[in-house]
């Protein structure tokens, strides 16, 4: 899809740095998708709900221990 949108110069050149990328394009698409798959994590997260697990460390020990 061919669309022509205003951005900082200095923000994609930002992120095309922390990426690692050579072009506009796939600073922009890299940076979606990223965004889209943080969006559905967060989604599934409230999905799940919260669970309160009481786990110290030595319990988490003695469990490793119990399945060795």
């Known amino acids: 899809m061919r669309t ?3 951005l ?5 050149n930002e992120v095309k740095c922390l990426l690692g990328v050579k072009t506009k ?3 922009v698409s890299r940076s ?3 965004l889209a798959q ?3 994590r967060e989604r ?3 999905k799940l709900g919260k669970m ?3 786990l110290s460390l030595e319990s ?3 469990m490793r221990q119990d399945e060795g």
């Open 4 to 6: 022509t949108i205003d």
């Open 8 to 12: 900082s110069e200095e923000l994609v």
């Open 25 to 27: 394009r796939e600073a």
């Open 32 to 34: 979606l998708e990223a």
């Open 38 to 40: 943080q969006r559905k």
């Open 44 to 46: 599934l997260r409230g």
């Open 52 to 54: 309160d697990l009481d």
């Open 60 to 62: 988490l020990k003695r």
